[in-house]
């Protein structure tokens, strides 16, 4: 509940006697009413509060999905919205891939899998942990796999005996009469109403960290997965309904690259918290990785680069043939700039202002990309003095800041560039020419 929804049910917003008589700690009603909307403060300050107000702040209280910690600060579930317009998802998709413990190529498999990793957009990605199935020489595996900080989910029939430093890994077992609980455990069925009455047994006695194990579903059409997902994610989002209100795991048994890629990309999107695949294609993975980042960027809160003169193909060992290119901080656009200007051998000083993650235009019908910024990071930046060529190539988008930007700057020629990134190195290529003729 927001402050004015509490407010509405206190004295103060109902206007009746009792209205601001500080007894809480706070001088106001409203006062009381943000600190208890923040979580700053405890309900049961007010003695006035009526039953309607407690039964309704316990309602909006409840976890809608509870947040695990899979290890290396690495976290999964804690989601409060049905898609990310509303607000944002919190945490992304986790990727698991299945080894046996006493697979003869153990160590191989995991070197590969413990290597691999993608940079898109200025973000590092790896694979989250290793779905490890006990057949034997179990605490061996384990170690392998704990010495390449991967994060481990633990799938055994048998009895186990582990040793110390293991009590933080997830566990599948048959029976968990024998664990601790505190421990993180998955609760599995392919039948919803039978998940369900797993995950209440279980929180009954005693056990708060679970992750649903949504099994089977090589078995199901791809849609009643789906439709089953969803069902699952609105009852804990939308109802509340705490069996289940914690992380969904999927496992992919498909052996085929293309359709395992198709079925993983549905339940990036509807709604697993944790996939398991049983094979690693290292394609594959670049691209679930790349969907990945795209469904769970924060929609309120741009990709953005530090703002900074950055420097490509070494242009301070190159000041007479060196040139200045401008772009706001929005990563995808950095980044597609500066992959094309990577491309090419001109000596180049990319200037990125400070635009909070705005695309160009964006930017500078937000005055966030003006003429004193740019001047004030050009000023700032004795290096550029040194420039022979004292030029800047604007975006395209932005001719109409040419005057504005010469005013600002009358000791550099403005040259205004092309729209789209990747007519750069042809543009800058017959700049070059130009530039060498009048030498």
């Avoid at 407010?7 to 600190?35: D, R, S």
């Avoid at 891939?97 to 191989?108: G, K, M, Q």
């Avoid at 997965?225 to 109802?239: C, F, K, P, S």
């Avoid at 090419?344 to 202002?353: A, D, K, R, S």
Wanted: charged share 25%.
């Amino acid at each position: 509940m927001n402050a004015i929804e509490i407010f509405k049910y206190l004295p103060g917003g109902k206007k009746i006697e009792n209205t601001n008589c500080k007894k809480c700690g706070f001088p106001t009603c409203m006062a009381f009413a943000i600190k208890l909307a923040s979580k700053n403060t405890c309900i049961e300050k007010c003695p006035f509060v009526s039953n309607e107000l407690k039964q309704l702040f316990i309602q909006a209280n409840i976890t809608q999905q509870h947040e695990i910690n899979l290890g290396n600060n690495i976290k999964t579930g804690g989601e409060t919205v049905m898609f990310r317009h509303e607000k944002t998802f919190v945490n992304p998709c986790r990727f698991y891939i299945t080894l046996f413990s006493n697979d003869p190529d153990f160590e191989f498999k995991l070197n590969e899998i413990a290597n691999y990793q993608i940079e898109r957009v200025g973000e590092t990605f790896k694979i989250d942990g290793i779905y490890l199935i006990d057949n034997g020489n179990i605490n061996f595996a384990l170690n392998k796999i704990k010495s390449k900080n991967l994060n481990i989910i633990l799938k055994s029939k048998n009895d186990i005996n582990l040793e110390d430093n293991f009590n933080d890994i997830i566990l599948e077992l048959d029976n968990f009469s024998n664990i601790n609980k505190d421990s993180t455990i998955i609760v599995s069925s392919q039948d919803l109403n039978l998940l369900s009455q797993k995950s209440e047994k279980l929180q009954n006695d005693g056990f708060k960290s679970l992750i649903l194990k949504y099994d089977n579903i090589e078995n199901k059409n791809i849609k009643d997965v789906i439709n089953d997902l969803t069902n699952i994610r609105y009852q804990a989002i939308e109802e509340k309904y705490q069996p289940f209100a914690y992380p969904v795991l999927t496992q992919i048994k498909e052996q085929d690259i293309n359709k395992a890629t198709a079925i993983a990309s549905l339940l990036i999107c509807r709604y697993s918290n944790i996939i398991v695949f049983d094979i690693f294609d290292k394609s594959m993975f670049s691209a679930l990785l790349t969907l990945r980042q795209n469904i769970f960027t924060n929609p309120q809160k741009p990709l953005q680069v530090e703002s900074k003169i950055y420097e490509i193909n070494n242009p301070k060992e190159n000041l007479d043939k060196a040139i200045v290119v401008m772009t706001t901080n929005f990563a995808l656009t950095y980044f597609a700039v500066a992959n094309e200007l990577e491309a090419i051998e001109t000596p180049t000083f990319l200037l990125i202002t400070p635009s909070d993650g705005m695309s160009v235009l964006t930017a500078w019908s937000a005055e966030k990309f003006t003429a004193d910024m740019v001047k004030k990071m050009v000023n700032e930046n004795k290096i550029l003095n040194n420039l022979k060529n004292k030029l800047i190539i604007i975006p395209g988008l932005l001719a109409s800041m040419k005057e504005e930007l010469e005013d600002a700057l009358p000791n550099w020629k403005i040259i205004i560039g092309t729209v789209e990134a990747f007519e750069l190195p042809q543009f800058i290529e017959k700049l070059n020419n130009e530039l060498t003729n009048v030498s």
